[in-house]
C-alpha cells in the first residue's frame, strides 16, 4: 500500500482523488494506534495530493513503514513494497503510468531510505511488463532485497492476471535466469486468478491442474540452470 500521485491533473480529477485510497484504507485498518502517524482529518493530506508535491508523498510512505519496523521485529514478519502503476483515460482510450516504486531506481531508493531487514520487495512481474521495464535488470537491481514475486501476464495497457506463457509477451526464460543469477530463494506466487475467472465447475479443478503444472517447470528450469 501507498500513498500515490496522479500526474495528470485532469486524470485526478476524473477519478474524485482515488489515489487517496491507501490514507482510507489506514483508517479502516486502524492505523491510528500506530506511533509517529498522525491521523488528522483526510483533508490535509489531499492538499499535498493536489499540488504534486512528490517528495513529501514520498516522506509519507517511508515514515509510515520506517513505523511499522517495531511490529516486524516483534512478530518476525516481513512487510513487501511493491512495484505500482495506475491507470488513466484520454480520448475513451486507457492508457497505463507510472505510480509509486515503478522504477527500479525508485523502488531500490524507497528499501535504502527505510533501511530494515524487515522491509523488503516484491517484484511484480506485469506491472513491470506493463510499463515496458527490462524485468532481468529490475531483478538485479533489487538484490538481494527481493524475496518475493508476483508472477503472472500482461501486456500492452492489460494486466491480465493470467498464468506465464498462456498470453503476453513476457519473456520467461530471462527472467527466471535472472532470478537464478541473483540467488532468488522466495516464492514464485501466481497472482494468476482470471486464468480461473470464466473457466464452467467442470473445468476449474483441471485448470488449476494445468496452473500448478506451469509453476513445477518454472522451478524445474529455475534449477537446471
Known amino acids: 500500500?501507498?500513498?500515490?500521485?496522479?500526474?495528470?491533473?485532469?486524470?485526478?480529477?476524473?477519478?474524485?482523488?482515488?489515489?487517496?485510497?491507501?490514507?482510507?484504507?489506514?483508517?479502516?485498518?486502524?492505523?491510528?494506534?500506530?506511533?509517529?502517524?498522525?491521523?488528522?482529518?483526510?483533508?490535509?493530506?489531499?492538499?499535498?495530493?493536489?499540488?504534486?508535491?512528490?517528495?513529501?508523498?514520498?516522506?509519507?510512505?517511508?515514515?509510515?513503514?520506517?513505523?511499522?519496523?517495531?511490529?516486524?521485529?516483534?512478530?518476525?514478519?516481513?512487510?513487501c513494497l511493491e512495484n505500482m502503476y495506475q491507470m488513466y483515460k484520454e480520448n475513451d482510450i486507457w492508457h497505463v503510468t507510472p505510480s509509486t516504486c515503478s522504477s527500479p531506481q525508485e523502488f531500490k531508493e524507497y528499501l535504502d531510505l527505510i533501511d530494515s531487514p524487515y522491509i523488503c520487495a516484491c517484484l511484480d512481474i506485469g506491472h513491470a511488463n506493463l510499463l515496458e521495464h527490462n524485468i532481468p535488470d529490475f531483478i538485479k537491481t533489487l538484490g538481494d532485497k527481493l524475496v518475493a514475486l508476483h508472477v503472472h501476464e500482461a501486456q500492452g495497457n492489460w494486466d491480465f492476471h493470467r498464468v506465464p506463457y498462456v498470453i503476453g509477451n513476457t519473456k520467461w526464460e530471462e527472467v527466471l535466469?535472472?532470478?537464478?543469477?541473483?540467488?532468488?530463494?522466495?516464492?514464485?506466487?501466481?497472482?494468476?486468478?482470471?486464468?480461473?475467472?470464466?473457466?464452467?465447475?467442470?473445468?476449474?479443478?483441471?485448470?488449476?491442474?494445468?496452473?500448478?503444472?506451469i509453476g513445477r517447470s518454472m522451478i524445474s528450469q529455475y534449477n537446471s540452470l
Not at 488528522?40 to 493530506?45: G, L
Request: aromatic residues 12%; charged residues 25%; contains cysteine.
Open 177 to 213: 535466469k535472472a532470478l537464478k543469477d541473483n540467488n532468488y530463494k522466495g516464492d514464485l506466487t501466481f497472482e494468476a486468478d482470471n486464468t480461473l475467472l470464466r473457466m464452467p465447475d467442470d473445468l476449474l479443478e483441471p485448470t488449476a491442474v494445468f496452473m500448478a503444472k
Open 1 to 79: 500500500m501507498f500513498v500515490h500521485n496522479y500526474i495528470k491533473k485532469s486524470v485526478r480529477k476524473q477519478y474524485h482523488m482515488s489515489n487517496c485510497n491507501v490514507l482510507f484504507i489506514l483508517y479502516h485498518y486502524d492505523m491510528k494506534n500506530i506511533p509517529n502517524i498522525e491521523m488528522k482529518d483526510i483533508n490535509s493530506y489531499l492538499k499535498y495530493i493536489e499540488n504534486d508535491n512528490p517528495a513529501i508523498l514520498k516522506n509519507m510512505n517511508v515514515d509510515f513503514y520506517r513505523s511499522l519496523i517495531p511490529y516486524c521485529e516483534k512478530f518476525n514478519v516481513t512487510v
